[in-house]
């Protein structure tokens, strides 16, 4: 007869990837006037956070979300 070990449970725990404007720029195809544009009016682009004092960063994968938000709806519109 074998005995199985108890299992244990995995937390998950996500990942954050902290990018520079250049690099939501380079994600975005937007310019970093552009960008800090959207931070200061949009309420759906993600915001950016201070990982220390005078260094700015964002979540790329909130980065990515914001663009699949998106093109969902524009894929949304043409289906109405």
């Given at each position: 007869m074998t005995t199985s070990k108890p299992k244990t449970s995995k937390r998950k725990t996500s990942t954050i990837r902290a990018v520079r404007l250049?690099?939501?720029c380079e994600i975005t195809g937007a310019s970093r006037t552009t960008i800090w544009r959207w931070v200061k009016?949009?309420?759906s682009f993600p915001q950016p956070f201070n990982l220390?004092?005078?260094v700015r960063v964002w979540d790329e994968v909130e980065i990515f979300q914001?663009?699949?938000a998106k093109k969902q709806l524009r894929e949304g519109n043409h289906h109405a």
């Open positions: 250049d690099r939501v009016s949009s309420k220390s004092q005078g914001w663009i699949a």
